[in-house]
Each structure stands twice: as structure tokens, then as C-alpha cells.
């Protein structure tokens, strides 16, 4: 028996949010219910954070989190170093330049991370 699960997408409307959410809803089809929470909307913000998101996209699946997104996002310690790092490289970028952050690496998870955990 297959029970309707309730899926929710958290999203800031970026490029890889949509594409998230299309992935969401091609894989969850007519069976299940996708609600779209815009996080521009102070409720949202407040609603993802009794998740624990961090970072967006971000899906939930029936009030929990789903594990390809618990992350936790931008870590600070981690990014100041990054940062600090770069800084004492010759030749580099000064940060208040456009695109500085381009020699820092985030970690990301593919579309295909999702698919094994929703279901």
C-alpha cells in the first residue's frame, strides 16, 4: 500500500530552487502533495527554522527534514578560514571585488541526492 506523503520545498526562488522543485514534483507525482514555501515570507523563515533549515532548496518530508539536506549550510568557521586562506595567497582577490567568493567551495548536493531519500 502506498501512502500519501506530504512534501515541502523550501525555496529563495534561485535557479537551483526551481529546478529543485520541478525534481520534487516529476518524482512525487499526482500521488503525493508538494506545498511551495517561499522564504522571502517572514513566516517561512520562521517555519524553516523549526525544521532546522539552513540552507535552501530544502525538502521536508512529512515534518521532517530529509537527510540530503540537512547540511546545516554555510558553516562560519569554515568560511572565515576559507577566506583567511585566500587572503594571505599572492596575487589575491581583494574581497570587496565582485565574485571573491568564486575561489571558495561550498559543498552541494546533486538532484540525484534527493531522489533516494524521498521516498
Not at 2 to 30: L, P, Y
Not at 40 to 67: F, M, R, T, Y
Not at 72 to 82: F, K, N, Y
Request: net charge positive; hydrophobic share 35%.
Amino acid at each position: 500500500m502506498n501512502t500519501r506523503k506530504k512534501k515541502e520545498v523550501f525555496s529563495a526562488g534561485c535557479s537551483t530552487c526551481k529546478e529543485t522543485i520541478k525534481f520534487v514534483e516529476k518524482i512525487a507525482g499526482s500521488s503525493h502533495k508538494v506545498v511551495i514555501h517561499d522564504m522571502q515570507k517572514s513566516e517561512v523563515s520562521s517555519k524553516a527554522k523549526e525544521h532546522g533549515i539552513k540552507s535552501v532548496p530544502a525538502v521536508v518530508i512529512d515534518g521532517k527534514l530529509a537527510g540530503c539536506c540537512a547540511g546545516g549550510g554555510p558553516d562560519e568557521h569554515v568560511l572565515r578560514s576559507a577566506l583567511a586562506q585566500i587572503a594571505k595567497s599572492p596575487g589575491s582577490p581583494r574581497t570587496d571585488k565582485p565574485g571573491f567568493f568564486s575561489s571558495v567551495s561550498l559543498r552541494t548536493t546533486s538532484m540525484h541526492d534527493h531522489e533516494s531519500l524521498l521516498w
